[in-house]
């Protein structure tokens, strides 16, 4: 990994790549990949606007990533130019089992299809948990929960 990692490490399901966030290069944050057996790191993103919680596509061959203001993009693992999604998306993109669609939550959970761009927004329940896989964060409607080295901390927002 580049000295200048940031943050958001994930790996390929495989095992085999390591997606990060980095300001190397330009000191701009951008999406990096790495192969966990070594060897150099790989800029995949080089926009005018940070890049950040990239996640890998099942089968390993493209990373999604959000970009300046919640714009969802696609771009190949290892090179290629990156697609735009979906603009206003929120964060935290995450491919589904299939690798067809990518839930996000910004706000609201939203699923948006890799093919066509089309969101559907997930009417849940607001005292539903909501779990930020990469800023480990859970919100509620009454509570939220940071995890933190294993262990939930869970603080009241009612006063109770």
């Known amino acids: 990994m580049t000295s200048a990692a940031y943050c958001c490490p994930r790996l390929s399901r495989d095992g085999k790549?390591?997606?990060?966030?980095?300001?190397?290069?330009d000191g701009m944050m951008h999406i990096w990949v790495q192969q966990t057996?070594?060897?150099e790191a790989?800029?995949?993103t080089r926009g005018s606007e940070w890049e950040f919680d990239p996640d890998f596509s099942p089968?390993?061959?493209h990373i999604a990533f959000v970009s300046g203001k919640g714009s969802l993009f696609v771009a190949p693992s290892l090179s290629g130019e990156p697609r735009l999604i979906a603009k206003g998306f929120g964060a935290n993109p995450l491919f589904s089992p299939d690798g067809r669609q990518i839930l996000c939550w910004g706000g609201d959970a939203k699923v948006v299809s890799v093919d066509t761009g089309e969101q559907i927004s997930l009417n849940l329940n607001r005292d539903f948990l909501v779990h930020a896989p990469h800023s480990g964060l859970r919100m509620g409607k009454k509570s939220f929960s940071m995890v933190s080295a294993g262990r939930n901390q869970t603080s009241r927002t009612d006063g109770g």
């Not at 790549?17 to 290069?25: F, I, N, R």
């Open 37 to 39: 057996a070594g060897g």
């Open 59 to 61: 089968d390993g061959t």
């Open 17 to 25: 790549l390591l997606a990060y966030v980095s300001d190397a290069g």
């Open 42 to 44: 790989i800029p995949i």
